[in-house]
């Protein structure tokens, strides 16, 4: 159901070489390709079809007894002036955030403890943007 064991790459300065030609909005195309494409490997998506976000629903009964992941969905939820933490889970695997969310959630699934610096960057991420 989730590949902990994967690293999204859409975010990473190195998807680009210093020698590639393309624009800006080349770059912001190629990254939300490559967004998507981290989406449906962490959550094993093989096709379109089974990009309806049901598997967020799956995921939050796995990660809701994680007070730590409970608060930041509450974060989550609060920039769209919400207090439903499914609707902050489907905000933290947004374009801006899933890298980050990824990186906790892998490490309680197969830790169940987040690291403090990957859970105060998620924090810190959230009340910035």
């Known amino acids: 159901m ?6 999204c790459r859409y975010y ?3 998807v680009f070489l ?4 393309v624009s800006n909005d080349e770059k912001d195309f190629i990254r939300s390709i490559l967004y998507r494409e981290d989406l449906r490997n962490i959550f ?6 089974d990009l309806n976000f049901g598997f967020i629903s799956e995921l939050y009964n796995i990660i809701y007894k ?7 969905m509450k974060l ?10 499914g609707s902050g889970l489907c905000i ?10 990824h990186k906790c959630v892998s490490s309680y ?6 690291s403090v610096e990957d859970l105060s960057t998620l924090k810190n991420a959230l009340h910035n943007t």
């Open 76 to 85: 989550a939820a609060a920039k769209i002036f919400s207090q439903d933490e």
């Open 44 to 49: 094993y998506i093989n096709d379109e079809e």
């Open 66 to 72: 994680s007070p730590e992941l409970m608060e930041c």
């Open 12 to 14: 990473k300065d190195d």
């Open 109 to 114: 699934l197969d830790n169940g403890i987040i």
């Open 18 to 21: 210093e020698t590639d030609h």
């Open 2 to 7: 989730y590949n902990t064991k994967y690293e």
């Open 92 to 101: 933290l695997y947004s374009f801006d955030y899933m890298y980050l969310v």
